[in-house]
């Protein structure tokens, strides 16, 4: 069954680092933009950055050079670095990709906190 899984989360300090991975069941060679989405308690769900398959990308202001977005479409993953993370990146993440139909990962915890 095609899935997407989400790792790499976690709690990290104002102004530190993660890596978040996508890992795709499928192929993904062929989908033509794949995206990282986040939500926060309360609030609706944010797209946060996308990526083509001629790895074109787009970041949300809130986010736009702090966040990169990649692919490797030999290995089907598609990761999300993120660096000088703030309070308010804190979320849970999830991968997206339209794979026959929309698919989106389990989502994974990201809390940045003192």
């Known amino acids: 069954q095609v899935q997407l899984v989400e790792s790499g989360g976690g709690l990290v300090q104002p102004g530190g680092s993660l890596r978040l991975s996508c890992a795709a069941s499928m192929s993904i060679g062929s989908i033509y933009i794949m995206a990282w989405y986040r939500q926060a308690p309360g609030k609706q769900r944010e797209l946060v950055a996308t990526i083509t398959s001629s790895i074109s990308t787009r970041y949300a202001d809130s986010v736009k050079g702090r966040f990169t977005i990649s692919r490797d479409n030999a290995k089907n993953t598609m990761d999300l670095q993120m660096n000088s993370l703030k309070p308010e990146d804190t979320a849970v993440y999830y991968c997206?990709?339209?794979?026959?139909?929309?698919?989106w990962g389990q989502g994974t915890q990201v809390t940045v906190s003192s």
């Open positions: 997206n990709a339209y794979y026959f139909r929309d698919l």
